[in-house]
């Protein structure tokens, strides 16, 4: 059974695409998915489709039902040998910088009303139910592989772990008359 991590490669002198498991999300959902990552160091989509045909044979065999891959849009020859493997794009992450050093600190004016504080862990339940169905349009409800019920679980589970600090460092909430408001 596959557990961490896994290396298979096309040949001996390429760089290793690398399976892991996503090991948040099978927990919970109690299905085996996995992360498929190393695609594109590979600049040949030949090599990189044989690589990944090893890959999809290897994460049958350890029992994974779903594979997930993130990669550069700007790695064409990656999103090229991921579709010609059968993978389909279904969430399109976007980068934001912003560069403290040209544009100076921002000064953002507060709406009337709002104030910032940081969640503590009586804003769990509220949060969960906050989250629930949020996100309609990112990854979890927009893949076909997971139901409604499924994605709104993994939301409520990530809010309530970024709050106790398990996931994330600190979570600030808005609030308007002492309710959250985001």
């Not at 029992?63 to 969430?91: K, M, N, Q």
């Not at 507060?110 to 906050?130: K, S």
Request: hydrophobic share 50%; net charge negative.
């Amino acid at each position: 059974r596959l557990t961490e991590m896994h290396r298979a490669s096309a040949a001996p002198s390429t760089v290793a695409v690398r399976l892991s498991a996503m090991q948040w999300e099978t927990s919970l959902l109690r299905r085996p998915l996995a992360r498929v990552q190393g695609v594109e160091a590979i600049g040949d989509p030949a090599e990189a489709a044989e690589a990944l045909r090893r890959i999809e044979h290897e994460a049958a065999a350890s029992g994974f039902e779903l594979l997930v891959a993130r990669v550069d849009l700007e790695c064409r020859s990656a999103v090229w040998a991921l579709e010609a493997a059968g993978f389909r794009t279904v969430d399109v992450g976007l980068t934001f910088e912003y560069d403290l050093r040209i544009a100076g600190p921002v000064h953002a004016a507060m709406p009337e009303g709002i104030a910032l504080r940081e969640a503590t862990l009586d804003d769990v339940e509220p949060l969960e139910e906050a989250i629930t169905g949020l996100f309609l349009h990112s990854y979890y409800y927009v893949c076909p592989w997971f139901s409604r019920e499924e994605a709104d679980m993994l939301f409520r589970a990530w809010i309530a772990n970024c709050v106790r600090g398990v996931r994330g460092e600190q979570v600030l909430l808005a609030t308007l008359g002492g309710a959250i408001a985001g």
